[in-house]
């Protein structure tokens, strides 16, 4: 196919195949050329054909779970790519304060160094006695060291990122009787497995891995915002939840504990937003 | 400002693809928590091992970063350009690989394994019955067209040339697959 622009015809034709990404090299620079020149009403309809094969492409993925620590490391590729050092120096720091700036602004895509930075840039300049700041300064870190070693046990385990855990992270499971961990879980014969469905027409995925005979189970979610939501089951003739159990989502997939020690029959799982009736999940057992 | 640039400035997926180009914090983020699975499970239904699927991954972000800039809403919705840049750089990793999908197992019929019992991994078996038994359910030349261009990343031209078929009916074939796919899924739902 030349390099030439395509008619309206041969853009719609070629639409589905460009989404599916088969075009040859060629096709593909005279689509993308042709498609950018069309006119709103062309390319409204370009628009929509890449819609539906995009909906075809949807409805024959598999629902899989990322790994929990896959976002970290794309963001940190990201910034690895990006690579940026600011120069500049805001006139309010001072001459002590500029590093904790650069390092700041080196990472543009490190939400913790922006907050950082932004938070710097806002502090009101004043002059401290540098005893009292270093008093403050001591005082703060103490009382940080105090409250992480507060922390709850069982919410720091939960909080790892990796769910296919070490044989020292199950050792201490065990020792601090917290329950089967997921991996023993979900490798286990007996685990019944419920897939959800976004009925929202959104890409969250959810799977909720249930075992009798171990009596836990667990609840592995991803591609919802992040929030407070409730798990629960209702049967088909009750209105009612029968089960409900409160979770929070923090935009990163994990296996959740759910305290649940069966499997009622008869219903359908559904996930909702604390406080919402309407549904974003629906599961069924796979 | 045109019609076009005007409806442009109001659409929020725009202003978040510029706020990505413009490298703001967080506007990566909200990008990846927002397509991050979709990336994912179209790396892991082509890709043949998970570690290649989450390099892909990767790899689908940094071009996404790159050509934030270009997102123009009147040309595709943000879930589509998506879609479109993880599939061309898929395909693109396919032809690099050399891939190529024995059409043998087609033509001798698809059938779901029994339930495994045993040891079982949820997202090998999902991997592959998902994407599979919807296309067991097409017509010979759709399966074999949608199996070699999707999974495959062949061109048309050259699916024709292989199967000696005129390109206009691989084509066709293609456009009917993609319609029947769609069709099962609101039929189950």
Known sequence: MSKSRLTTNELLDLAAEDLLGVLEDAERTAFDESAAAADPVVQEQVRREQSKAAESVQATLPLVIQSPDLKGRVMDRLARESGVVSTTTPSETTPDETPAVVAATALPFSTEAASLEMAWRDLPTRRVNRYWRAASLALAGLSVALGAMLLDSKQTFYNLVDIYTSESQNAYLRMHGLGVPYKQLHMDSGTVSTRFVDVTGGNAVAVLECNEVLGQAYLVVDGLTAGNYELRYVLDDQDDAVVAQHFRFDGSSRAISIELASLPAGGQWQICEQGSDEALLIGRLA | ?189
């Not at chain 2, 999908?101 to 394994?113: C, F, K, N, R």
């Open chain 2, 1 to 189: 400002m045109t019609d076009a640039d005007q409806s442009k400035l109001a659409n929020p997926e725009w202003d978040l693809m510029q706020r990505v180009a413009r490298q703001e914090p967080g506007a990566i983020e909200e990008l990846y928590d927002r397509f991050g699975s979709l990336v994912y499970r179209m790396s892991y239904q082509t890709m043949p091992s998970r570690a290649e699927a989450e390099d892909a991954v990767q790899e689908v972000f940094v071009r996404l970063w790159r050509t934030a800039e270009r997102f123009d809403p009147n040309r595709a919705t943000l879930v589509t350009w998506v879609m479109l840049i993880t599939r061309r750089y898929l395909v693109d990793r396919l032809r690099r690989m050399g891939a190529r999908i024995q059409p043998v197992a087609l033509a001798e019929g698809y059938s779901p394994p029994e339930r495994d019992t045993t040891g079982k991994r949820m997202e090998q078996r999902e991997q592959f019955h998902s994407l599979m038994e919807c296309i067991a359910t097409l017509p010979d030349l759709q399966r074999t067209v949608v199996t070699r261009a999707y999974l495959g990343g062949q061109t048309l031209r050259r699916i024709a040339e292989e199967l000696d078929t005129p390109l206009g009916t691989v084509k066709s074939a293609l456009s009917r697959a993609l319609v029947r796919l769609r069709e099962q899924v609101t039929v189950e739902e």
